[in-house]
């Protein structure tokens, strides 16, 4: 468990360091959707976060940051559920 | 390359069964790479899953620059398959997307069918493209240069396959949308190899162990 914790902290690192130095700029598939002005219809799943942001939060940085910690941490833990059912039901003997 | 359900006209037969068509494929392929994995993984794997897919998931939201005021970031798959291998990769990037579906709402829920198939199935299949280049050997010197071109290839793929799945949306349809998504994306697959690259490397550096993905394509060709 420890060495979880470890990757956490260098992840919390790694993002604390990037946030700020990561482009607002479209992505490809953004950038293609503006250019030729196709109107996206209205989404009906908004997310819990949408953008990556935390709305109760006003400082952008800390938003995304924390929205980031969070994220990193239910995938960590769904790898884990994933694993552990994975193995759970494994046919072959180790 | 995250589609969203805003590109896709419910309304429209050919976006509509073109997102249940890419549920299916995706379905199919995720149930395949679940049954293989079973069978393929031991216990240890559960701890670089998890660790790896977090880290693909951070890295994901670091987008850089490329140019014409457009980013890109890493998607990742290929690396995913070179520690993973192909199964445990389709399964891990499965699982990044769908937390970003869910919670941010980056890529859409209707739309994960595709951007299942474009970023965790073509990702785990690059595995293959790189041992075939390897020759399945993981330790010569054609290694980094493969996992270079298998993730900018990897990219294109996503790319082309987006760039077709979104098309309805468009009036001029595929011939505004591939062309145009190769363009960007050409770009952002050099990024995307390099820092792949940079990141296997680095890997094999400090703990060669764990690069599993392509040992274990070995194994099984050898019976």
Redesign the interface.
């Known amino acids: 468990m420890n060495?979880?914790f470890a990757?956490?902290a260098a992840?919390v690192v790694?993002?604390a360091v990037?946030?700020p130095?990561?482009?607002?700029?479209?992505?490809?598939?953004e950038?293609?959707?503006e250019?030729?002005g196709?109107e996206?219809?209205?989404?009906?799943?908004?997310?819990?976060?949408?953008?990556?942001a935390i709305e109760a939060i006003e400082n952008p940085y800390v938003s995304?940051l924390l929205?980031?910690v969070?994220?990193?941490?239910?995938?960590?833990?769904?790898?884990?559920l994933?694993?552990?059912v994975?193995?759970a039901?494994?046919?072959?003997s180790? | 390359m995250h589609i969203p359900d805003g590109l896709i006209a419910t309304n429209e037969p050919t976006s509509v069964t073109v997102t249940v068509g890419m549920w299916i494929l995706s379905i199919a392929f995720l149930a395949w790479s679940w049954k293989k994995a079973k069978t393929t993984y031991n216990r240890s794997i559960t701890s670089l899953l998890a660790i790896s897919s977090a880290f693909v998931f951070a890295a994901q939201m670091i987008n850089f620059p490329i140019a014409f005021g457009t980013s890109g970031h890493l998607v990742g798959g290929t690396f995913l398959a070179v520690l993973l291998g192909p199964y445990a990769a389709m399964l891990s990037m499965t699982i990044v997307l769908l937390m970003q579906a869910f919670f941010f709402a980056d890529g859409g829920i209707m739309a994960f069918g595709m951007n299942a198939f474009n970023m965790a199935v073509i990702g785990g299949l690059s595995c293959f493209l790189i041992k075939l280049l390897t020759r399945g050997s993981g330790g010569n010197r054609r290694l980094i240069p493969s996992i270079f071109l298998a993730s900018w290839l990897s990219v294109m793929t996503g790319a082309l396959l987006a760039a077709l799945e979104i098309s309805p949306a468009f009036a001029g349809g595929v011939m505004v949308t591939v062309p145009s998504m190769l363009f960007y994306h050409a770009i952002i697959g050099l990024g995307e190899g390099a820092i792949t690259a940079v990141l296997i490397s680095s890997v094999q550096r400090m703990q060669p162990a764990i690069i599993g993905g392509l040992s274990l394509l070995k194994e099984r060709t050898k019976p």
């Open positions: 060495k979880h990757v956490i992840i790694f993002l990037f946030i130095l990561a482009s607002s700029s479209p992505d490809g598939l950038r293609v959707v250019t030729f196709v996206e219809n209205a989404p009906y799943w908004s997310g819990v976060m949408s953008d990556y995304t929205a980031g969070f994220g990193t941490f239910m995938v960590l833990l769904a790898g884990l994933l694993g552990k994975m193995m039901k494994r046919h072959v180790e």
